[in-house]
DNA sequence: CTGTTAGCGCATTCAA
DNA sequence: TTGAATGCGCTAACAG
């Protein structure tokens, strides 16, 4: 019914091999021939069979992305990043090989969905994996990842995590979280602030754990992390969404109207923030200091603009693209970290009383 | 290497065809080999290797989305429906069959890559491709997506749209943007707005003409149509976002200071034309009042809540999700309308002339 | 209800 | 440089 190999085959009269070997590309061929299959090929307009060939070749050209949350811009940055180092030849005429299919698997933070994407995955024998995003702590869970990891790895498919800690059989790229998050705190310490308010992730979440491990690293060092200066009492966990934000800093003021200042886990949440201390006639930062994470595209441009710590999504999804694709040397241990980098600006001051 | 069905069945003292027949279930097995098998699946860990059944069986679990901007939550939300709408039995046990993969494909808003990944999922011999958002114009895309998209349907591809404008051979879901866009005009001018800027998206999508041509069929009705009413000078096109949502308030405003109004194509956009009114000095609803159209999640909690038009975009990429699986029946003629519902809030109010 | 028999379309030996 | 032959792992008739 569709046209197949035999058929150009045929009509470009040579054999089957032929016609295979001219469409992979990885074998000499004489130019005349090339040349003659390659009209073959377009005026039949065919399409390679995928199925078929990843049968034959024993593996396939899909690569799969998980994300936690397709509709947050951290994971479409990253998302669109990788799929954009899979195209070498974009435009390429039909049927010609080599492209690789980057999909996007929304697993919406649930471990469940997760495994199941895994599998679907090995069952495709995909090529490669890039897993985004903070990875749930469940020992269960973590497990049966670590497990399905190593099975794929085994059976050829790479495995590359990107914004997670490390597991064995999988390249990783680490972000920096614990480092900037640090940074971000000393940074409201430098400027004067004592009462800082913290609004965490889901706290299941390695990148939750991280970026408040950093905060309140900093809070200890500057000789706030004892129990009477609240530090347990000034956090508050909610999901990585601008609700969250919005209600968790309403609950933060009432436990201390008196804060000068409100870190949040990401930008997302920091813009929920920002709304809800204006909607309590706060003013940013005159009233409250306000930081976020991230860097996302709209929070240079936010009002007033964010203070938050940037992370290269751009650049790191791009490299776990190469990665996927073996075409970028691993890093030594197999695991590199991405730094990330304080941006002070307009949401962040004094606090009115150092004023 | 990897363990297959031949070596299922050897453990499980069946043939090849029993196993397959237990794992696809669709087919009469007695109950006891049935567990028998299964257990054989679970003691090996098997999982049925994709492509070999896809070229068998000449379909594959497959499913294809391809979004213009996969950061917005416009596509987030219906791509994520769509997902929703695969896995039947989610948590299914590893080798089990019957689940689709739904695959997000990020076009950028680019023609050729557009195609590109329509020439990869033909080549993946998908089961149904979704596609997804406003299309490109330009004739002769629009003819290479026409016959990309037969070209599917004819090898047994099922080709949904859904947020653009019909073609042959796929079935399609339309959304109501032109009435959408005209109601909410209606409702500025029922208002007392008599000068109403426009933020158009980008000049070549369909979704961007169709709410500008409702938009503009409402101010025609009003008898504000004509030249000197300067509708066309109060339109300014940009990209869906929020930056283009930002410089394009202060062109409006340099055009025309007295502007009462400015409706955005798209919530994401309203939210920058907030942001630069904001920084003018100017109090929205009181002095400029603000309308979008979508309403994306944060659009109902922004400050103030934002007047705009609510497409269910949900319920229509389950819909398309499951017009992609078959499990729905086709609309009349192939072609449904998905309705749009005006959303008054806080954002509009009459104008201050009119207080 | 279960086993046997053929391919599905392509990549890759091995010869020529 | 090219062709012929083989098998990847599975499904779908067809028997039994």
Do not use: W
Not at 105 to 115: A, H, Q, V
Not at 159 to 172: F, K, M, S
Not at 323 to 332: K, M, N, S, V
């Amino acid at each position: 019914m569709a046209v197949t190999l035999a058929d150009v085959a045929a009509r470009a009269r040579v054999s089957a091999a032929t016609v295979s070997r001219v469409l992979s590309g990885n074998y000499p061929v004489a130019e005349s021939t090339r040349a003659r299959v390659l009209r073959a090929v377009d005026e039949l307009e065919y399409v390679v069979n995928g199925p078929a060939s990843a049968l034959a070749a024993a593996t396939s050209d899909l690569v799969g992305v998980l994300v936690n949350d397709i509709a947050d811009p951290f994971f479409g940055i990253i998302a669109g990043a990788v799929q954009s180092e899979m195209g070498s030849a974009v435009g390429a005429e039909s049927g010609r090989h080599g492209e690789k299919l980057a999909v996007i698997c929304n697993t919406g933070g649930s471990p469940e969905r997760e495994l199941n994407y895994l599998t679907l995955l090995q069952r495709q024998r995909a090529a490669a994996v890039v897993l985004t995003g903070g990875a749930v702590e469940h020992p269960d869970h973590m497990a049966a990842v670590a497990a399905k990891a190593s099975r794929l790895a085994s059976s050829g498919t790479r495995v590359v995590l990107c914004g997670r800690p490390p597991i064995e059989d999988a390249v990783t790229l680490t972000f920096d979280n614990r480092g900037g998050a640090r940074r971000l705190t000393e940074h409201l310490l430098t400027l004067g602030h004592r009462r800082i308010g913290y609004v965490a992730g889901p706290a299941e979440r390695t990148t939750t754990r991280d970026r408040l491990e950093g905060h309140r690293a900093a809070m200890s060092a500057a000789g706030l992390g004892g129990l009477s200066e609240g530090v347990e009492r000034l956090t508050v966990h909610g999901l990585y969404d601008r609700s969250s934000g919005y209600d968790a800093t309403l609950e933060l003021l009432r436990r201390d109207e008196a804060l000068t200042a409100i870190v949040a886990a990401n930008d997302t949440i920091a813009l929920g923030v920002c709304a809800a201390l204006r909607d309590q006639g706060l003013r940013i930062p005159d009233d409250v200091s306000v930081a976020g994470f991230d860097d996302l595209p709209f929070s240079a441009d936010a009002v007033p603009a964010l203070t938050t710590v940037r992370l290269p999504l751009h650049e790191a999804g791009a490299r776990a693209g190469r990665l996927a694709l073996g075409r970028e040397p691993q890093p030594p241990g197999g695991v590199a970290m991405v730094r990330s980098e304080l941006m002070a600006r307009a949401s962040t001051a004094p606090p009115r009383a150092a004023k």
